[in-house]
């Protein structure tokens, strides 16, 4: 009997375990499970703050925490632009050739304006030249020039601007596609305003860093030229009035002045009307007693 009972309760010790063992099994996996599952609301809250963390962010740290594709090279971007006056003996010969300087190097005059005073005439021209042709322009316009008044070209190097500015435009459009991937998975109201505010914010800088961009190929693909050319005239040339002209401008100005002096009249006759009344009574006056006077006496 005593072997047979051994047995029995070997089984039965052996049977306890293995159960005990598989409930400790389950309640580890259903552990794990429960760690490695947490609420969408809390991996959408959080994932907020890192994207709106990463937005406030240098842009180095922002690259690096966005992925974003390490920056490209591209060729140097330099914006040129000049100022030339000189003296010109024909001022139609000269603006002809600009124009035909113009025409063979692609380029627009934007501004024309003239100027005539007492010991010059002038004329200022402003255009916009082809980045690869200015300086070949100049060299053109300035074929009979026997010198320059003033000469001045400026390059200005925006290279390195140029980059950072597109740099920055990829990190804001991944940025602002991460935002719409949360805005997606939002099911908050609260949520859904808070990623809509800062898709907002993220693309008025993306288009105000766009603008600049624009701006600056603009200017790199069209530089700026300032041409003034003029031609001196005698000294007081408009003192050339004949002594004849002078007597009849006179005349003319001293009937004008007349003239004006009575419609000067004209428009305040109300107070010379008042004024003559007034000193018609007080002379009346002093005449009756002056006249008493001479009576009492």
Not at 171 to 195: D, F, G, Q, W
Request: aromatic share 10%; net charge positive; glycine share 4%.
């Amino acid at each position: 009997m005593k072997p047979i009972a051994l047995i029995c309760s070997f089984f039965t010790l052996l049977f306890f375990s293995c159960n005990r063992a598989d409930a400790n099994a389950d309640s580890s996996i259903v552990a794990v499970k429960a760690s490695y599952a947490p609420s969408y609301d809390e991996t959408a809250v959080e994932a907020v703050d890192t994207a709106a963390a990463a937005a406030d962010v240098a842009p180095q740290e922002r690259e690096m925490d966005l992925k974003v594709p390490e920056r490209v090279n591209v060729e140097t971007k330099i914006i040129k632009s000049g100022n030339l006056r000189y003296q010109s003996d024909d001022l139609d010969k000269t603006y002809n050739q600009i124009r035909e300087a113009a025409k063979k190097y692609n380029a627009a005059i934007k501004n024309d304006s003239q100027y005539s005073g007492d010991y010059e005439v002038s004329r200022n021209l402003t255009i916009r030249i082809p980045n690869e042709n200015f300086d070949a322009f100049i060299a053109d316009i300035s074929k009979g020039v026997a010198y320059f008044d003033l000469k001045e070209i400026s390059s200005q190097d925006v290279t390195e601007e140029y980059i950072d500015v597109a740099s920055r435009i990829k990190t804001k459009k991944v940025l602002e596609e991460r935002y719409y991937e949360l805005l997606k998975k939002a099911n908050k109201v609260s949520e859904m305003l808070e990623i809509e505010k800062k898709l907002s914010e993220i693309r008025e800088e993306i288009e105000a860093k766009e603008g600049r961009l624009r701006y600056l190929e603009n200017k790199v693909s069209m530089s700026t030229l300032s041409v003034e050319f003029y031609k001196p005239v005698a000294k007081g040339r408009k003192a050339t009035v004949s002594y004849g002209g002078k007597i009849a401008n006179a005349f003319v100005s001293g009937f004008n002045g007349i003239s004006n002096f009575f419609i000067t009249l004209l428009g305040i006759w109300p107070v010379i009307v008042t004024l003559v009344v007034l000193i018609l009574l007080i002379r009346k006056k002093f005449k009756r007693k002056n006249k008493k006077d001479v009576i009492e006496n």
